[in-house]
């Protein structure tokens, strides 16, 4: 007796079921978005407010803790889980910022190099292999050193950092499909550069670009946390998570929460986004759909 076809259903909770650890990225995601929406209305305490006779307050879990402040507060009495909260908005706003304006600037390198080949080629290869061999950190630094520390620069600096190994995939990509037969006729048929460049190669290099652009805001995050760190970034007050540890750094051994937290926050906000990310792979590439 044969097997009856599997349902459509079927499939699809089959194919959630291998891609489980992406789900739990999303939901993470989701929860980022939605702290960041509304962390106003989920804690009482302001994020910018000292109170020295509260200074380094134990987690409420702790004995000597309390409830008022679930995670304790740090050297000047702010409580820390509101600027944990609140710091999410810092970190997706510059995580997604800063692959916006990787993305402006590394697909359209791309597309150039890889369609038109030649000088143009040539020239934006090895600007990508000049950019991608010179330390981050170093460049970074020097940019935000001439641009001054603040959040529009942070951003600016590390779109400016990121957009080659845009412009290599990109690359990449659209010379694969400058010789394939759909791209030949419309040649043929004497479309416009730009129609075939939107409507023809674009298209089909987004999933690719989707992916790449998913496990960059991860990295862009945790590069905003080291610049913050380092004191290149976000600048106090404002609650960024990589200020928070910057400032947790001196108590660490007595008071370990002022960074662990800060710390833990940054982590599964970059496992949630990896975890995505990877789903998304696994649901594009037309390999691995097939097993």
Not at 72 to 79: E, I, K, S
Not at 165 to 187: G, H
Not at 247 to 266: C, K, S, T
Request: glycine share 8%; hydrophobic share 55%.
């Amino acid at each position: 007796m044969e097997e009856a076809a599997p349902t459509t259903l079927s499939r699809v909770l089959h194919k959630m079921w291998h891609l489980r650890m992406g789900v739990i990225g999303g939901i993470l995601i989701i929860c980022l978005i939605l702290v960041a929406l509304f962390c106003p209305y989920l804690t009482p305490h302001d994020p910018y407010k000292q109170d020295i006779t509260k200074r380094l307050m134990k987690p409420a879990f702790m004995a000597g803790g309390k409830a008022e402040h679930l995670l304790g507060t740090d050297h000047l009495g702010r409580d820390l889980l509101t600027r944990i909260l609140y710091g999410t908005r810092i970190s997706l706003v510059v995580g997604i910022s800063a692959v916006l304006l990787m993305l402006a600037v590394g697909v359209t390198l791309g597309l150039i190099a890889g369609f038109f080949g030649g000088k143009a080629d040539v020239m934006i290869s090895f600007l990508v292999n000049c950019m991608m061999g010179f330390p981050f950190i170093l460049l970074a630094m020097s940019l935000v050193a001439v641009l001054g520390a603040s959040l529009q620069n942070i951003i600016i600096a590390l779109g400016f950092t990121g957009w080659p190994v845009f412009t290599r995939v990109t690359r990449i990509e659209t010379m694969k499909l400058r010789e394939r037969e759909f791209i030949l006729a419309a040649r043929s048929l004497a479309f416009s550069t730009r129609r075939i460049l939107a409507r023809h190669i674009l298209p089909n290099l987004l999933p690719a670009i989707i992916v790449l652009a998913t496990v960059e805001v991860a990295r862009a995050i945790i590069r905003e946390s080291l610049l913050s760190f380092l004191g290149l970034g976000i600048q106090p007050p404002i609650p960024s998570w990589g200020v928070m540890l910057a400032e947790g750094r001196d108590y660490m051994l007595l008071q370990w929460w002022l960074a662990a937290f800060p710390g833990m926050a940054i982590f599964l906000a970059a496992l949630g986004i990896n975890l995505l990310g990877d789903a998304l792979r696994d649901l594009v590439d037309p390999y691995l759909r097939k097993t």
